[in-house]
Nanobody, 117 residues
Framework: QVQLAESGGGLVQAGGSLRLSCAASRSIFNIWTMGWYRQAPGKLRESVATITSRGITNYVNSVKGRFTISRDSAKNTVFLQMNSLKPEDTARYYC???????????WGQGSQVTVSS
């Protein structure tokens, strides 16, 4: 089992920045792929950014150049730095850990991000 705990969400004006953090209950970053997903009301959950055990990152087109995913393996924490935020970034953001060996994955409880225009 892996517990994931997000923090760092909140309310920000358009153009502002926020940094989300996700602390894992044990050391998994050297094996598992970590990711940030988001879900807005009435919409499907979508992948925002992922980082593999080798440090390869991937972003959804709508956040490229504005968001950065990173990790601190010593602290078992993954981050999502969000700059130039837009109202359409408003959603609940979830941290995810995906095993490379199976379909096993874990989710955090989510952190609300609200961007006002």
């Amino acid at each position: 089992q892996v517990q994931l705990a997000e923090s760092g969400g909140g309310l920000v004006q358009a153009g502002g920045s926020l940094r989300l953090s996700c602390a894992a209950s044990r050391s998994i970053f050297n094996i598992w792929t970590m990711g940030w997903y988001r879900q807005a009301p009435g919409k499907l959950r979508e992948s925002v950014a992922t980082i593999t055990s080798r440090g390869i990152t991937n972003y959804v087109n709508s956040v490229k150049g504005r968001f950065t995913i990173s990790r601190d393996s010593a602290k078992n924490t993954v981050f999502l730095q969000m700059n130039s935020l837009k109202p359409e970034d408003t959603a609940r953001y979830y941290c995810n850990a995906q095993s490379p060996f199976s379909t096993t994955n874990y989710w955090g409880q989510g952190s609300q991000v609200t961007v006002s225009s």
